[in-house]
């Protein structure tokens, strides 16, 4: 079983690494890092969690959104 954790969510140490590395990449500008990230923010709210897999599916669901989000601005 995953090992327990107790803790608040926040998708800003997922979201900023990989839309940093899409800027370094040249797949968006570097005024749209903050925009990108302000919008994970926005659409995916922090939260407690409990477990490492909560953690996890958080996580995986900010990313998704960054790349979603890279995508529409490239």
Do not use: M, N
């Not at 926040?10 to 990108?36: C, E, M, N, Q, R």
Request: aromatic share 6%; with cysteine.
């Amino acid at each position: 079983a995953p090992p327990e954790i107790r803790g608040e969510f926040s998708p800003i140490p997922t979201s900023l690494p990989a839309t940093v590395a899409s800027f370094l990449d040249g797949a968006i500008g570097f005024l749209d890092i903050t925009a990108v990230v302000e919008e994970t923010l926005a659409q995916v709210q922090g939260c407690p969690v409990g477990s490492f897999d909560d953690f996890a599916e958080l996580d995986s669901a900010a990313r998704k959104l960054a790349q979603t989000l890279v995508k529409s601005r490239s």
